[in-house]
């Protein structure tokens, strides 16, 4: 695969801490609200700009991207973003309860998107897609990396540990805990391992087979689509211009850490409390009910399912006959849709339906209960969560390479990659 070095647009070192975000989707337009209060330097800031106005204004209007290309400028113009003098990459590590992982960042081929050298996993939705893409086209810029994950490499782990023995160019703790730490890797670099790896990465990516999309499926189909529309407006384009490509960071897949991806379905479809149970684990029913307790249950395992209903927990196990070696189908969150969510539930595309609510598992337990019992609270349920274990990355790597899509909201990465570090200009 391709991997080239950008002249990032990047904050200066005393304010990096200030304006690295978390990424823009993990907010609703209420908390991204909340979160900019207060915070002028906030990447967020400009990857949500409907925050700088009032709630009644069309989160999508023109005038919303046009305050992002305002923002941004400002910031280059200020001084709070430098722009390196010459293409460069980093490394981006992240430490989260005392396990980091460490990634490089780069610029990857579109070609190697739409190739399948990248490969994807999910589907994306079109509304998120149009919105990424006004944002890129706005700022003329790629603000949100794409998370990337390859199996790993021994040549890349060389220059990767020799680069980190180095003084890094930011380390900063994020008000979650998250510890952040980044290495420039420039072709003149007084560090030799620095500049031994800027000259080796391109030459050991391009013996890594293939990639895969771990998390911003919608930030790279959108830089994808922008980059094929410049094309088309430059007929005359080589391929080396830098819309030919979008900013990633590239992790080893063994560092990654993936976490459970919750449901909520806001109510049982018609059914009482009774004939969903016996639906569910009845005779005929995808599951056994294997005990009941009011305390918060988390599944331990693959095939076990944590459900709240009615202010008490069940552990679910999926019934032998209903579990598959097919790498999507035997998947727990293929299963709860297929056996569940579709046929119990009345949740046939659960992109479109507005009775389903997806929690990542970084909320916990406690979010699922507190969503349930604020719809029972209002009459409108009984609703019922849904706690999953984990999809593995090993089933996420085998659902890619089979060319095949999970359903939408199966993995949860954490830590979240900070917006705002990096900037691709195109």
Not at 59 to 84: I, Q, S
Not at 249 to 262: E, H, K
Request: hydrophobic fraction near 40%.
């Amino acid at each position: 695969m391709i991997v080239k070095p950008f002249a990032a647009v990047r904050p200066t070192v005393s304010v990096a801490d200030q304006v690295a975000a978390l990424p823009y989707d993990v907010y609703d337009r209420a908390e991204a609200a909340a979160a900019v209060d207060g915070e002028p330097l906030s990447f967020l800031n400009i990857d949500r700009p409907e925050t700088q106005f009032s709630a009644d204004v069309d989160m999508y209007a023109p005038e919303v991207y046009a305050k992002a290309r305002e923002l941004f400028d400002a910031r280059r113009a200020d001084g709070t973003f430098v722009t390196e003098p010459a293409p460069c990459f980093y490394l981006y590590e992240l430490t989260m309860n005392g396990r980091s992982q460490t990634g490089v960042v780069a610029c990857c081929a579109i070609d190697d998107y739409l190739e399948n050298v990248i490969k994807k996993h999910e589907n994306t939705l079109e509304k998120k897609e149009l919105d990424r893409i006004r944002h890129i086209d706005a700022l003329d810029a790629q603000t949100g990396p794409i998370f990337l994950t390859y199996r790993d490499s021994d040549a890349i782990d060389i220059l990767v540990a020799a680069v980190k023995k180095t003084a890094p160019l930011y380390d900063f703790v994020g008000e979650d805990g998250v510890t952040h730490r980044v290495w420039r890797m420039a072709a003149a670099s007084e560090e030799t391992a620095c500049s031994q790896a800027y000259a080796g990465l391109v030459a050991a990516f391009a013996k890594v087979p293939c990639a895969y999309i771990a998390d911003g499926h919608h930030r790279a189909v959108s830089a994808v689509k922008v980059g094929l529309a410049r094309r088309e407006a430059n007929p005359g384009y080589d391929g080396t211009e830098e819309f030919n490509y979008f900013m990633s960071v590239l992790f080893p897949a063994s560092q990654l850490s993936i976490l459970a991806y919750n449901r909520v379905v806001r109510d049982l479809n018609g059914l009482t409390k009774d004939e969903f149970l016996n639906a569910l684990a009845g005779e005929n029913g995808p599951f056994e009910i294997i005990h009941k307790q009011e305390s918060q249950l988390e599944p331990i395992d693959k095939g076990a399912v944590g459900m709240y209903l009615d202010r008490e927990w069940y552990g679910l196990g999926v019934k032998p006959e209903f579990e598959s070696s097919d790498p999507v189908e035997g998947l727990d969150v293929s299963i709860l849709q297929e056996k569940v969510l579709a046929p119990i539930l009345g949740i046939g595309d659960p992109r479109t339906d507005e009775r389903i609510e997806f929690v990542g598992g970084i909320r916990g337990l406690r979010e699922l209960e507190r969503k349930v019992n604020r719809i029972d609270a209002r009459g409108d349920g009984p609703a019922v969560a849904f706690a999953m274990f984990p999809t593995s990355i090993d089933e996420l790597l085998n659902v890619a390479d089979a060319g095949r899509l999970m359903p939408p909201k199966s993995t949860w990465f954490e830590p979240k990659l900070r917006s705002g570090l990096f900037a691709h200009l195109i």
